[in-house]
């Protein structure tokens, strides 16, 4: 039986656990709080103020605190839009869990959604890290990867209601190896939505590690793919501005963010390809063949993704590399194509 690091989590919504008591829950043992924040768009379900109020106590009482948004088929940008608005009512993501909840049955997302969503959610807050929480019986009939998204919130219960050490106790050590979506390994395990806390029953999580590795997820990793490809990031104060970089990332994340909706014939990925080219024509950015092709692959894959295009990624991916290396070429000093 696997029990390591005695590291609980509770998760709870502002209206099923209404009146619980969060010094309580601390009392009890468990060192994590998930309160959900929001639902779908703004207009759909908006986190009571007890949001801000449970956020704040399990702060005052030294728990590691978190986030979640329900995700469904409604426009990503729009739906992260409210879920960054409500964490910012709380300081923002730095210092939060962020989880992104994958799992509707009656509005069910898309992958293009859910893409879109983690997409602009890594640019947003520069990659802060987002834990993807769904089940085996939503996720495996789809068949899609998940691991590219985030670490692993699985959701797989336990028979009984007790309190959460008792219930865990009952939890084989299989369930920690997932079996959808690409990931090797789970991350955190809500094992129960009925342990008995603060008087109520609720969900519980067991949490793979200790304390401080919890932690580590509560702040970005500082991960900025194209401030490695194009130099100092250009919103770095320290490392004063580069316009250029600005420009080339900023054409990138527009196309990433902008056409995630969009069908495109051939002629539009061209058109847009182009755009792309030109923009790079305007930096003077020496690159090696090694990291132009790395940007090249980015812009490929996210059109791979987001674009219902009648090309096949293969056919992206040359005319992305193409583009790009033609572009570049002068300032690599080397042969590119």
């Known amino acids: 039986m696997k029990l390591g690091i005695y590291m609980y989590i509770v998760d709870i919504h502002g209206e099923y656990q209404a009146g619980i008591s969060i010094s309580q829950i601390a009392a009890e043992g468990y060192q994590g709080l998930i309160v959900k924040a929001s639902e779908g768009l703004a207009s759909l379900w908006t986190a009571p103020s007890n949001f801000e109020e449970w956020i704040n106590a399990g702060r005052a009482n030294n728990m590691i605190v978190g986030a979640y948004h329900w995700l469904n088929n409604s426009n990503p940008i ?4 409210h879920f960054l608005s409500r964490i ?4 923002g993501p730095e210092g939060l869990l962020c989880c992104l909840d994958v799992e509707d049955p009656n509005h069910p997302p898309n992958l293009d959604t859910l893409y879109a ?9 520069n990659h802060h890290p987002l834990f993807i929480y769904s089940g085996e019986w939503w996720w495996s009939s789809r068949g899609w990867r998940g691991a590219d998204f985030g670490p692993l919130w699985d959701s797989r219960y336990v028979e009984g209601v007790a309190t959460g050490s008792e219930l865990y106790s009952r939890v084989p050590d299989s369930w920690w190896k997932p079996t959808y979506g690409g990931w090797s390994e789970v991350t955190m395990l809500q094992f129960t939505s009925k342990a008995v806390v603060a ?3 609720i969900d519980v999580s067991y949490f793979n590690g200790s ?10 990793n500082g991960v900025n793919l194209m401030g490695q490809i194009t130099g100092p990031d250009p919103f770095d104060g320290g490392a004063g501005p580069n316009a250029q970089a600005a420009e080339l990332r900023d054409t990138y994340y527009g196309f ?11 002629e539009g990925v061209i058109a847009r390809l ?9 930096t003077n950015i020496d690159l090696t063949v090694a990291q132009l092709t790395a940007l090249a692959g980015m812009i490929a894959e996210d059109l791979a993704r987001n674009l219902a295009a009648t090309l096949t990624a293969e056919e992206m991916t040359t005319l992305v590399t193409h583009a790009v290396k033609r572009a570049l070429r002068e300032g690599t000093g080397e042969t590119a194509v």
């Open 78 to 81: 729009y739906q992260l839009e």
């Open 117 to 125: 969503f983690a997409d602009e959610f890594n640019r947003r807050t």
């Open 88 to 91: 910012e009512s709380v300081g």
């Open 199 to 201: 008087g109520q029953r």
């Open 274 to 282: 182009d755009r792309i080219e030109e923009a790079v024509n305007r």
């Open 256 to 266: 990433m963010a902008g056409y995630q909706n969009t069908a495109a014939g051939s």
């Open 211 to 220: 304390p401080d590795e919890l932690r580590q997820y509560t702040s970005s």
